[in-house]
């Protein structure tokens, strides 16, 4: 790279959260769709007239947007999208992680500094008064609500019908879904298998959303059971029984020696044959690049916003832990390309 170039994107860095906030405000006030909509260009008077906005305002987000490689100027008053801009405008994992970054995590990341050097969530009082985000949830402002739980559910949805086929491979009649969230594992595998029983364990705030969101399914509902725990509290059991483990997006909320405590905890009460299933979005297990970085930026989620002591790992480091704490990964399952997961197959030595 030439210098010239290098300070080119330097300045980029320097500038970020004016390149950020010009998208989502170009977003959350219709101009990009209306961009969008125009294909060949319109100009900032059109906007005006279509938005009900100022000129002044539109046109200083459109030169922001221009000089980012967001919009192309067709002409001095007349923009349209980049091929970068089309993406903002109609990717779903853009709009995802947009959504994320700004209610979830942008005025928190002011507090990345402290977070580093405290190990805690020191941007979290930003949106709540809790010593992880985790006992929030379920009480997160609707707007916020609804931006975590799109951002959560986008990377774990598109993964479940693969996962069924593995878990239900050999047809289980116990399911422990550890940190079942919103119950969303619970009700598939249940409606994938008529004789299946899950039990889910999780906090008692978020087994009372799952709890909520089952009772709406009556074939599904008398074969879900709940048990509330706390994984960190050394006092915690697990409870005996269950053919497999699954722990889908969980671990990665978990320092690694909290990891590898967890997974001590299920070795204590595990039968012999049990099987454990690890779902995650490993950082070297990804096709593509924009993935890549998603993932590695939510790690910094976890510094500021969610504990101050998880990441999303690499599936060496995964292995790393799963081999300390007494299993053996016997399988490792990529599901299709579209999908970010893997699954790790564990059983005990």
Same mark, same amino acid.
């Given at each position: 790279?030439?210098?010239?170039?290098a300070?080119?994107e330097?300045?980029?860095?320097?500038?970020?959260?004016?390149?950020?906030?010009?998208?989502?405000?170009?977003?959350?006030?219709?101009?990009?769709?209306?961009?969008?909509?125009?294909?060949?260009g319109?100009?900032?008077?059109?906007?005006?007239?279509?938005?009900?906005?100022?000129?002044?305002?539109?046109?200083?987000?459109?030169?922001?947007?221009?000089?980012?490689?967001?919009?192309?100027?067709?002409?001095?008053?007349?923009?349209?999208?980049?091929?970068?801009?089309?993406?903002?405008?109609?990717?779903?994992?853009?709009?995802v992680?947009?959504?994320?970054?700004?209610?979830?995590?942008?005025?928190?990341?002011?507090?990345?500094?402290?977070?580093?050097?405290?190990?805690?969530?020191?941007?979290?009082?930003?949106?709540?008064?809790?010593?992880?985000?985790?006992?929030?949830?379920s009480v997160?402002?609707?707007?916020?609500?609804?931006?975590?739980?799109?951002?959560?559910?986008?990377?774990s949805?598109?993964?479940?019908?693969?996962?069924?086929?593995?878990?239900?491979?050999?047809?289980?009649?116990?399911?422990?879904? %550890?940190?079942?969230?919103t /119950?969303?594992?619970?009700?598939?595998?249940?409606?994938?298998?008529? &004789?299946?029983?899950? $039990? +889910? *364990?999780?906090?008692?705030?978020?087994?009372?959303?799952?709890?909520?969101?089952?009772?709406?399914?009556?074939?599904?509902?008398?074969?879900?059971?709940?048990?509330?725990?706390?994984?960190?509290?050394?006092?915690?059991?697990?409870?005996?029984?269950?053919?497999?483990?699954?722990?889908?997006?969980?671990?990665?909320?978990f320092?690694?020696?909290?990891?590898?405590?967890?997974?001590?905890?299920?070795?204590?009460?595990?039968?012999?044959?049990?099987?454990?299933?690890?779902?995650?979005t490993?950082?070297?297990?990804?096709?593509?690049?924009?993935?890549?970085?998603?993932?590695?930026?939510?790690?910094?989620?976890?510094?500021?916003?969610?504990?101050?002591?998880?990441?999303?790992?690499?599936?060496?480091?995964?292995?790393? %832990?799963?081999?300390?704490? /007494?299993f053996?990964?016997?399988?490792?399952?990529?599901?299709?390309? &579209?999908?970010?997961? $893997? +699954? *790790?197959?564990?059983?005990?030595?």
């Amino acid at each position: 790279m030439k210098a010239i170039d290098a300070l080119h994107e330097a300045q980029k860095i320097a500038f970020s959260p004016f390149v950020f906030q010009t998208v989502y405000c170009m977003h959350n006030l219709g101009i990009t769709d209306k961009i969008f909509e125009s294909k060949d260009g319109i100009s900032i008077s059109e906007l005006s007239i279509a938005t009900g906005l100022k000129e002044y305002g539109i046109r200083v987000l459109l030169e922001m947007a221009s000089a980012a490689d967001i919009l192309v100027k067709v002409d001095t008053e007349t923009y349209k999208l980049s091929k970068i801009g089309y993406f903002i405008a109609r990717d779903e994992m853009t709009r995802v992680n947009l959504m994320f970054t700004q209610d979830i995590c942008y005025k928190g990341l002011f507090h990345l500094e402290e977070a580093i050097k405290n190990g805690t969530p020191a941007g979290l009082k930003e949106i709540g008064d809790w010593s992880t985000i985790y006992q929030g949830l379920s009480v997160l402002p609707g707007r916020l609500k609804k931006s975590w739980f799109e951002f959560d559910h986008f990377y774990s949805d598109n993964s479940f019908d693969d996962a069924l086929k593995i878990i239900f491979k050999e047809n289980p009649k116990m399911i422990f879904d %550890i940190g079942g969230n919103t /119950g969303k594992w619970a009700l598939a595998s249940t409606k994938h298998n008529s &004789d299946v029983n899950v $039990t +889910i *364990l999780d906090l008692p705030i978020q087994l009372a959303v799952a709890k909520e969101n089952i009772s709406n399914h009556p074939a599904s509902k008398d074969r879900v059971h709940y048990v509330p725990v706390d994984m960190l509290s050394a006092e915690t059991k697990i409870p005996a029984g269950a053919d497999v483990y699954w722990m889908s997006q969980f671990l990665d909320c978990f320092s690694e020696n909290e990891i590898e405590a967890i997974l001590l905890k299920i070795k204590e009460t595990a039968k012999p044959d049990a099987k454990v299933y690890i779902m995650e979005t490993f950082i070297d297990n990804q096709r593509f690049k924009a993935a890549e970085l998603s993932l590695i930026a939510t790690s910094l989620y976890f510094t500021v916003m969610a504990n101050g002591n998880s990441k999303m790992y690499s599936s060496s480091v995964m292995k790393y %832990i799963i081999d300390k704490a /007494g299993f053996e990964c016997v399988d490792e399952h990529h599901l299709h390309a &579209d999908s970010f997961h $893997t +699954i *790790l197959e564990l059983k005990l030595k």
